[in-house]
């Protein structure tokens, strides 16, 4: 099982995998074009008080010195106070706003995606150069293949414009008052207790968990099966056969444990994937995340946004790369460090 | 160490995993903005729609009002911003103490029932009971608290100088002191005489904030306290929706609607969309695209004004000798097909230029004629300037449309072959606004488009502060100055310095005769055209979409938009 030490070694492995990190990023934007004391003045102001405002948001100083100072913030998970896109607002209160949005949906699509796709995975590989197989095959192929930011607009165009059942865009119709609380809106509205935005909010994520539903679906259903047929071919699998267990039962109890493994990784994996895909999703559907944020704090050279959202998304990789390791272990007990 | 295959399929996968992170965020660097467009969304406006007061009297409001947009703000403190989009709400929870009229450019009473300018001082005799959201009656203490949160560093409650938006300095510096002799009376006295200072208290900026909410520890950027027409309800920003709530004890025209909800709407087409399907009332930012589809629809309308904006092309004389000819300055004026502009590339959304303000100025000229296009001519003045054999420039240009330039890409590719034809051969540099604006202010370019949106539809916001050269004196014999002199005016982007025109500008700052001063920008925009520092290309239409259900709105060139005006059906 999971011994205190193997987490204790993991955790700590944060620490320069982040630290790399946040010096890439604090290296990318000190290097890229663009004067943030300049956007954060305007064009009006004159050359005087840009610099007051660069000596203000200690711009001005050496590079090392800004660097060490911003490292010496991120251990205090103090990213500063946006420059432009929210002037003055911490950064921690713009990405709890916007985080838990992009959560929301990362999940529910992930959570399509497994739920069609193992299943799937599963048959596929039972019923291997079957028509379903094929068919199932073809189906993952043209998942991978198409991309988020093609098949978003087709999807709306089907479902929004043509048949006209869905809304396109947006969280939720500007008719409907909720309390934030989670920021996460299916379980804001279900807590104010209006099932009617409860619904409106339901109807405006369907397109877009569908969209990454499928493009995970396509992974982890591949995933599944090439390692449900590897397993399937294994000699414990010809001796539970052997020794008169049914064929289903073989598969589940002994064959679909074992070929879960792989497919734990992907999913992890894919889901900080999905993370990043978000900024696609969240710009065809005009939703308010973390990855609409992330490109317009880029575009507006709001220096201590960008930093703490790759920051967030790099101990969110992290994270759920370790409860991967973790879930491992507990599928595999020999997996152990 | 390596345990089993596992591990290092994991390994692989984790790499496959990081570059295929890579290879989503750069494919949505180019999408975005043209598919996924055409969109619709099917919610009845009227189901819901908030408390029915009902009242048959004219008070008390009805209905919700919808207003979608590009963008979500980014604060409600007036203080901390110069964006127009922050703006627009701003003004609906702040009152001024002079607006300017809606729908118009004049002024007229606001929180203040009288203003005056004489000399150097400025009395505004304010007005009796007007309240602010939380109760407290407005009064010249508050406009202090105001004054001094903007511009006092060694006040307690300064905005802070990494937060406040130039417009406090740019608006205000000129003012000495700030005197309340009691509690409805405020003087200013100013440093010299300025024409343009009452104008300027009209600027969305200065609206007035209630000094106990200056002095509480909420920040205003989400608890505003003003005394306009509306109250603050709520802001989501995950959604990018803010709520106001009709306030009932306004001192003006009270608001027709019981709520308004400003929504972030970012592609044109889905707003357009929206606001044909009926679930957004107005809408704004629109381009020659959207306009289309409003105008087919049959539910929506297209509202129009000519805007107060300019939009030119800078030729940089500190930079480019030859651009310190007037006769290739000239030449390139003849040279670009602004007619062609206008038409087809900013699809009739704009009218052509030839002097720094528009047809709705105070010192719009009338006399003066539009450069046509003239090959020839241009051919020649290049030829006499000593420059027949042509010569390259490099063109430096922005990416997103602005107002004042609504294609920028295509508009610099129109440019670039008008050129060539007269012999100058163009490079295009396109850079992030961010970044143009740098390589501009410090004088790297060339040549360069720009423009500008007035602040506060004064002349001298556009004479002033576009063409004069910021410096004290001007080298003698020449007409321009470099980027590097002391006091140099950055937004000079052509480094213009013509010492007619100077005198003249600074004589109309200080001018507070309507006719005279009008006079003396009339002459400045002679020289201006004659001199040609720009090559004048546009003036942009404001432009707003507006559902049918709505009453009783008026576009507004400046200031707005005047919300509490509206009725929905």
């Not at chain 2, 539809?457 to 063409?467: K, R, V, W």
């Not at chain 2, 520092?533 to 400046?558: C, M, Q, Y």
Request: aromatic residues 10%.
């Amino acid at each position: 099982m999971i011994s205190r030490r193997f987490l204790l070694k993991r955790l700590l492995l944060l620490v320069p995998v982040l630290f790399g990190v946040a010096t890439f990023v604090f290296a990318m934007l000190h290097l890229a074009p663009g004067d943030p004391a300049r956007l954060i003045a305007g064009r009006r102001a004159p050359d005087a008080f840009v610099q007051q405002v660069r000596t203000e948001l200690g711009l001005n100083r050496p590079v090392y010195v800004q660097y060490g100072e911003f490292l010496l913030d991120v251990v205090r998970f103090d990213f500063g106070k946006s420059y432009q896109i929210q002037k003055g607002a911490p950064v921690s209160e713009i990405l709890e706003a916007r985080f838990p949005v992009t959560l929301e949906l990362a999940v529910l699509g992930q959570l399509t995606g497994i739920a069609l796709g193992i299943p799937l995975g599963v048959l596929s590989a039972v019923k291997q150069d079957s028509l379903t197989d094929h068919l199932t095959r073809i189906g993952a192929l043209t998942g991978i293949s198409v991309p988020i930011f093609w098949s978003g607009p087709i999807l709306i165009m089907v479902f929004g414009v043509m048949l006209g059942w869905l809304p396109t865009f947006g969280r939720i119709a500007t008719t409907y008052t909720y309390e934030s609380v989670t920021h996460m809106i299916l379980i804001d509205t279900l807590l104010s207790g209006n099932p009617a935005a409860f619904v409106s909010a339901a109807r405006h994520m369907l397109l877009p968990v569908l969209v990454i539903g499928i493009y995970s679906m396509a992974l982890i259903s591949r995933m599944m099966r090439s390692s449900m047929l590897e397993v399937i071919r294994q000699d414990y699998m010809r001796t539970a056969r052997a020794k008169g267990q049914g064929a289903n039962i073989t598969v589940m109890k002994h064959g679909f444990q074992n070929a879960l493994i792989p497919v734990i990784t992907v999913i992890g994996i894919q889901f900080g994937t999905l993370l990043g895909g978000a900024i696609l999703t969240e710009t065809v559907f005009s939703i308010n995340g973390v990855g609409t944020l992330l490109v317009e704090a880029i575009n507006n050279s709001d220096y201590p946004v960008v930093q703490g959202t790759v920051l967030l998304f790099a101990l969110l990789f992290t994270l759920v790369n370790l409860g991967v390791d973790v879930t491992y272990s507990y599928l595999d007990p020999r997996i152990e460090q | 160490m390596p345990r089993n295959g596992n591990i290092d399929r994991r390994r692989f996968l984790k790499a496959a995993g990081g570059a295929a992170v890579a290879t989503t965020v750069a494919g949505c660097q180019g999408a975005g903005s043209n598919d996924g467009g055409t969109a619709t969304e099917t919610t009845s406006g009227e189901e819901t729609s908030g408390d029915t007061d009902t009242e048959s009297g004219d008070e008390g409001g009805s209905g919700t009002l919808t207003y979608a947009r590009g963008n979500d703000s980014g604060t409600l403190d007036p203080q901390a911003t110069s964006s127009g989009e922050d703006a627009k709400v701003i003004q609906q929870l702040y009152d001024q103490v002079i607006e300017f009229a809606p729908g118009k450019t004049t002024l007229q009473a606001g929180l203040a029932k009288e203003f005056e300018l004489e000399g150097t001082t400025a009395t505004l005799t304010l007005r009796e009971g007007a309240t602010f959201h939380n109760g407290e009656e407005f009064t010249s203490a508050d406009f202090e608290a105001t004054y001094r949160r903007f511009l006092d560093e060694e006040y307690e409650y300064f905005v802070g100088a990494d937060t406040r938006s130039y417009y406090g300095p740019y608006l205000l510096s000129v003012v000495k002191t700030v005197n309340t002799p009691d509690d409805y009376t405020v003087e200013l006295e100013l440093k010299e005489k300025h024409a343009p200072m009452l104008r300027n208290l009209a600027v969305f900026a200065f609206g007035m904030i209630s000094k106990s909410a200056i002095e509480s520890s909420d920040p205003l950027r989400k608890n505003p306290v003003g005394t306009g027409p509306f109250q603050f309800e709520s802001w989501s920003e995950s959604d990018g929706q803010i709520r106001l709530s009709r306030y009932a004890d306004h001192w003006g025209t009270k608001a027709k609607v019981s709520e308004v909800v400003f929504t972030e709407i970012t592609e044109n087409s889905s707003r357009a969309q929206s606001l044909n399907a009926g679930s957004v009332d107005i809408i704004d930012g629109l381009d020659a695209q959207t306009t289309s589809t409003i105008e087919n629809s049959g539910n929506a309308e297209l509202v129009t004004t000519p805007g107060i904006n300019v939009g030119y092309l800078a030729m940089n004389m500190a930079r480019r000798e030859e651009f310190r000819s007037q006769k290739v300055r000239q030449a390139f004026n003849y040279a670009v097909d602004t007619q062609a502009l206008v038409e087809s590339i900013y699809s009739g959304l704009a009218v052509r230029a030839n002097q720094p303000v528009p047809e709705n100025m105070t010192g719009y000229n009338d006399d003066l004629d539009m450069y046509d296009r003239d090959v020839e001519k241009a051919k020649s003045l290049l030829q006499e300037a000593g420059y027949g054999d042509g010569f390259e420039i490099e063109l430096a240009t922005f990416r997103n449309p602005r107002t004042y330039n609504p294609s920028p890409s295509s508009a610099a590719q129109l440019v670039k072959s008008n050129l060539e034809e007269v012999g100058i051969t163009t490079s295009i540099r396109t850079m992030e606004f961010n970044a143009f604006i740098e390589y501009t202010n410090t004088g790297k370019h060339d040549a360069c488009f720009l423009g500008w949106m007035t602040d506060n539809a004064d002349p001298d916001n556009f004479f002033y502060a576009l063409l004069h050269p910021g410096v004290e004196e001007i080298p003698g014999g020449q007409d321009w100055v470099s980027f590097d002199a002391e006091n140099f005016n950055t937004l000079n982007v052509a480094a213009w310095a013509n010492p007619d025109y100077k005198q003249l500008v600074e004589e109309a700052q200080e001018t507070y005769d309507k006719g005279t001063r009008a006079e003396k920008y009339k002459e400045a925009a002679k020289i201006a055209h004659d001199q040609a520092p720009w090559v004048f290309l546009d003036h942009a239409k404001e432009l707003r979409g507006v559902n049918n259900r709505v009453s009783g709105f008026t576009i507004a060139p400046i200031s707005g938009p005047y919300l509490n005006r509206v009725s929905v059906q």
